[in-house]
């Protein structure tokens, strides 16, 4: 037979255990979080150098005076 958890107040252990569970979960999400925040960056990038092309290829170009 399994032992009844503890009801009431945590003891010292548990709030430790709880801690650190909290500590690797906000770990976990700040690595993700700077993922994609690079990942963004990257894509930002990749369209502002879309457009930049897109802006050359629509500019007439001067033509050489002879």
């Known amino acids: ?10 003891e010292g252990r548990e709030l430790i255990s709880l801690a650190q569970k909290l500590a690797r979960d906000a770990e976990r999400h700040a690595i993700l979080s700077a ?8 894509l930002m990038i990749a369209g502002l150098r879309q ?16």
């Open 51 to 66: 457009l930049d092309l897109k802006q050359a290829e629509s500019k007439p170009r001067p033509r050489a005076v002879a």
């Open 1 to 10: 037979m399994s032992k009844a958890k503890h009801v009431g107040p945590p």
């Open 35 to 42: 993922s994609l925040a690079s990942q963004a960056d990257r």
